[in-house]
Nanobody
Framework: QVQVVESGGGLVQPGGSLRLSCAAS????????MGWYRQAPGKQRDLVAS???????ELSDSAKGRFTISRDNAKNTVYLQMNGLKPEDTSVYYC???????????????WGQGTQVAVSS
């Protein structure tokens, strides 16, 4: 099937930067949209940024001007560059990948386990 693994989270001071990575692996046939979501304790999971295979991006209002999403199709990897981090960006960040795998050519969505981002002085 498809496995999704995030990395790059951590503790950073306000105004700092982090780069998250998310790699999809397994018996992948094709990967379509890839995206980053975040969920703070007691809150719903919200979209931060997404990117199509052709590179068309969508950013949440809170991410515009500070975050950049990009992907490497050859590596089935998506990145989230986060600059100007604020305490309110503190959340668990999840990666979602829409993909098919050999043997099951239906499109499904796969989630990673999440990576913690904490912004604090």
């Amino acid at each position: 099937q498809v496995q999704v693994v995030e990395s790059g989270g951590g503790l950073v001071q306000p105004g700092g930067s982090l780069r998250l990575s998310c790699a999809a692996s397994g018996n992948i046939f094709a990967v379509a949209d890839m995206g980053w979501y975040r969920q703070a304790p007691g809150k719903q999971r919200d979209l931060v940024a997404s990117i199509t295979r052709d590179g068309i991006t969508e950013l949440s209002d809170s991410a515009k001007g500070r975050f950049t999403i990009s992907r490497d199709n050859a590596k089935n990897t998506v990145y989230l560059q986060m600059n100007g981090l604020k305490p309110e960006d503190t959340s668990v960040y999840y990666c979602k990948v829409r993909a098919t795998y050999v043997g099951n050519f239906r499109w499904n969505e796969y989630w990673g386990q999440g990576t913690q981002v904490a912004v604090s002085s």
